[in-house]
C-alpha cells in the first residue's frame, strides 16, 4: 500500500487566492492547532502574499505570526513559499539578504521551503537552496508550471536536473494558475520518476479551472509521492482541492493516507464563519474560470487584479486587460505567471489598455526584465519589443542577475534602525519593503489600534463620506474617515487621519451639539503638515500621475535641470514601480508631494517651468 503524504496550504494559499490575504492571524490560531493535529507531512502557513500584506494592510509583524504558529504546531513542520531571489518581494535581492532571510525563517519555525524562480531560472535560487540546506532545513525545489510553445515535459525535465544537482530534497510541481491537465501530468511525473526514482515528486495545483483534482489523482497514478489540499471552506474556485475530499478518493484508490478527515473537517467548519468576516475580499463568482486556460493569470492574482482595477476605476474592462495580458507575455517570450512575473506582465498590460497604445508607458520592472536583471526568459523577447523598450542598450542575460548586485545589509542595517527597526527580523522587513516597513514601526510606536478595512463598508451603507474636505479658519484640510468605534451614550467615535496620522475623534448627536462640540479636541493637534488637495494640470509641465498609486521615490528637486524623458518620481500601483517622466526640457519649479503620499490621476505633482 502507496503512502501519500498531504501539505495543507489553507492558512496560506487558501487566504491569499480566495480573500486577499487579507485574514489576521487572530483569525487563525485556533484552527492552526487543529491542522497541527491531523497528520499532515506540512502546513504551508507562510511566504508568497502573506509577508507584505501583513505589514502594508493588516499592521501585523508577519515574523510575530510565524512565532505564533510555531508555538502551535509541536507536531507538524511548518512550510513556506520563498520566491528564490525574490525571497517575498517582487525584485531581486542581493545574496547577503536572501542568506539572512532564510536563516531567520528557519530560527523563527520554517522547517521546508518550497523555493521557486518564476522564470525557471535556476540560478535564482542557487543561494536560497544552498542556505536551506546549510542550516538543515528540506528544501522543494520548484517547476514553475505553465503552457506555451516552449514549455514541455522535456523542458521540465531539464530544470529538475539542475535542481537535483543544486541538492533539493523533493522536486515540486507548482501549477499556481490551474493549468495542468489529468494527461501532461501524468506524462510529466511518469518522466521525473523514471529520471529521478530516488526523489519524491510533489503535486502543487490550484482549482481555477477543475482540473486539480482529476491531475492530482493521474500525477499520484504515474508516482507521485505529496499534493497541496486545502480545508473545504477555503477550497474549489482559484484556491485548491478540498482535503476532505481527496483523502475519501485516495483511499478507495488504496492508498495510505495518515490524516485524521475528521479533524480537518472540524478545522473547514471553524473557518465558515472566519471567511464570513472578511466577506469584502470574497469576490469571486462560484464557477470555475475557464479563461484562465488562455490568460494564465494564476488564482492569487485575479483577487488582487480586480480590487486593483477597482481603484483605477476600470473593473468593466478586465476582460480586455486579460486579453491584452495574452499579447504582452508572448512578447517578453513567454513567462510563467507567477510573481514577480505575473505582476510584471499584467501591470504592463493595464497600462497598454489604459493609455490606448502599447508600451507607451513602461514600469521600471518590465524594464529590468527586458534587460535580463531577472534573469533568462524562456523564449526570446521579440527584437522590437527590446529595441522599444530599452533603445540601444543591450540585454546581461548571460550573467546571474544576483551577481550585478552589491552587498545591502550593512547599508539597510543603518537605515532600518532610524527608522525604528529593533531586531534582525526588522531589519530584514525593512530590507524587503522600506516604505511599507517603516510605516509599520512608526505604527507600532505610536501604539495605535488597528482598524478593519471592512468596517469602511458599514459607513459607505450609511452614506457617511469616508474621504472629503473641510475649511478651519480659513484653512483647508483633507480628512479620511479609517473607522469607527462602538457608540456610546455620548456619540459616535470616529478614527479619522489627517496628513496620515490617526486620531480618535467624538461626534455628538447633533440636537444636542452647540458650535464648540464639533470635536472633542482641538484640530489643529491632528496633523503635523497638512496640505491642501493638489490642482490638476493645466499645462504642458505640469506633471501628474496616469495612475492611482502612492509615491516612493521622488528624484527631483526645485531648482533642478531635468530633459524630456528624464525620470521625475516613482508611483508605486498594482505592487509595481512605475517611472514618471518629464514631458519637457525645463527647470523644476515644484515639487507638491512627498514619498510615501498617495496620489491620484491628474493631480499635479512637479510643475516644470519650460526652457525658452
Given amino acids: ?59 501585523e509583524d508577519p515574523w510575530e505570526r510565524l512565532r505564533k ?54 540560478r535564482n535560487l542557487k543561494k536560497a537552496i544552498e542556505t536551506a540546506k546549510k542550516v538543515g532545513a528540506i528544501v522543494k525545489g ?71 483534482e482529476m491531475a492530482q489523482l493521474k500525477g499520484i497514478e504515474a508516482g507521485a509521492d505529496m499534493i497541496d489540499t486545502a480545508f473545504y471552506s477555503l477550497s474549489s474556485q482559484t484556491s485548491h482541492p478540498a482535503g476532505e475530499t481527496m483523502i475519501y478518493v485516495l483511499r478507495e484508490f488504496g492508498y495510505k493516507v495518515d490524516v485524521d478527515e475528521k479533524l480537518y473537517q472540524r478545522a473547514g467548519d471553524l473557518f465558515v464563519n472566519v471567511r464570513k468576516k472578511y466577506k469584502k475580499y470574497d469576490v469571486l463568482p462560484p464557477y470555475p474560470d475557464v479563461g484562465v486556460l488562455l490568460h494564465q493569470v494564476p488564482g492569487g ?23 491584452e495580458v495574452i499579447r504582452v507575455r508572448e512578447d517578453l517570450g513567454y513567462p510563467p505567471l507567477v510573481t514577480p512575473t505575473s505582476q510584471i506582465v499584467g501591470s504592463q498590460a493595464f497600462l497598454n489598455v489604459l493609455h490606448g497604445e502599447r508600451y507607451k508607458v513602461v514600469t521600471k520592472e ?41 552587498p545591502e545589509l550593512d547599508k539597510v542595517k543603518e537605515e532600518a534602525t532610524k527608522a525604528g527597526a529593533k531586531s534582525e527580523e526588522d531589519i530584514l522587513s525593512y530590507a524587503l519593503f522600506p516604505l511599507v516597513a517603516k510605516e509599520f514601526f512608526e505604527w507600532r510606536e505610536r501604539g495605535e489600534p488597528y482598524i478593519p478595512e471592512q468596517e469602511m463598508v458599514e459607513e459607505k451603507r450609511e452614506n457617511i463620506p469616508v474621504e472629503f474636505m473641510i475649511t478651519v479658519h480659513g484653512e483647508q484640510y483633507h480628512v479620511q474617515i479609517a473607522g469607527r468605534g462602538e457608540p456610546t451614550q455620548e456619540g459616535k467615535t470616529f478614527f479619522i487621519r489627517l496628513d496620515g496620522r490617526l486620531e480618535e475623534v467624538l461626534l455628538k448627536p447633533i440636537r444636542e451639539m452647540k458650535p464648540s462640540d464639533v470635536v472633542s479636541g482641538d484640530i489643529s493637534t491632528l496633523g503635523t503638515e497638512i496640505k491642501p488637495k493638489r490642482s490638476k494640470p493645466i499645462g504642458l509641465g505640469d506633471v ?47 515639487v507638491l508631494a512627498q514619498v510615501g503620499e498617495a496620489i491620484n490621476p491628474d493631480e499635479v505633482v512637479v510643475k516644470i517651468k519650460p526652457k525658452a
Fill in 69 to 122: 504558529f510555531k508555538e502551535r504546531t509541536p507536531n507538524t513542520k511548518l512550510e513556506m513559499l520563498l520566491r528564490g531571489q525574490n525571497i517575498v518581494g517582487y525584485r531581486h535581492y542581493p545574496d547577503d539578504v536572501v542568506e539572512l532571510f532564510v536563516k531567520k525563517a528557519y530560527d523563527n519555525g520554517i522547517e521546508v521551503f518550497r523555493i521557486f524562480d518564476a522564470l525557471n531560472d535556476t
Fill in 366 to 406: 518590465v524594464k529590468d526584465y527586458v534587460k535580463g536583471l531577472y534573469g533568462r526568459p524562456p523564449a526570446p523577447i521579440k527584437e522590437e519589443i527590446i529595441k522599444k523598450i530599452l533603445g540601444d542598450e543591450k540585454p546581461v542575460y548571460h550573467i546571474r542577475p544576483a551577481d550585478l548586485l552589491e
Fill in 301 to 323: 492574482m485575479i483577487t488582487n487584479f480586480i480590487s486593483q482595477l477597482r481603484e483605477q476605476g476600470m473593473e468593466e474592462r478586465l476582460q480586455e486587460v486579460l486579453e
Fill in 544 to 590: 501628474a500621475s496616469p495612475i492611482s498609486g502612492r509615491i516612493v521615490n521622488i528624484k527631483v528637486k526645485p531648482g533642478d535641470e531635468v530633459k524630456e524623458g528624464d525620470v521625475l518620481f516613482v508611483v508605486e500601483a498594482m505592487k509595481m514601480e512605475n517611472e514618471i517622466h518629464s514631458p519637457i526640457d525645463g527647470i523644476v519649479e515644484e
Fill in 142 to 212: 520548484v517547476l514553475s508550471y505553465t503552457i506555451s510553445p516552449v514549455h514541455n515535459v522535456e523542458y521540465y525535465v531539464n530544470v529538475a536536473r539542475e535542481l537535483v544537482d543544486m541538492g533539493i530534497d523533493i522536486i515540486s510541481i507548482k501549477d499556481q494558475a490551474g493549468l495542468l491537465s489529468p494527461k501532461v501530468c501524468y506524462d510529466l511525473v511518469s518522466a521525473l520518476k523514471s529520471e529521478f526514482p530516488k526523489y519524491p515528486v510533489h503535486l502543487h495545483t490550484q482549482t481555477t479551472a477543475n482540473l486539480a
Fill in 1 to 59: 500500500m502507496r503512502k501519500i503524504e498531504i501539505t495543507d496550504v489553507s492558512l496560506r494559499d487558501g487566504i491569499q487566492s480566495l480573500l486577499a490575504t487579507r485574514v489576521r492571524t487572530e483569525d487563525m490560531l485556533e484552527v492552526i492547532e487543529i491542522l497541527d493535529k491531523c497528520g499532515f507531512y506540512s502546513l504551508e502557513v507562510w511566504g508568497g502574499a502573506t509577508f507584505d500584506v501583513c505589514l502594508r494592510y493588516l499592521k
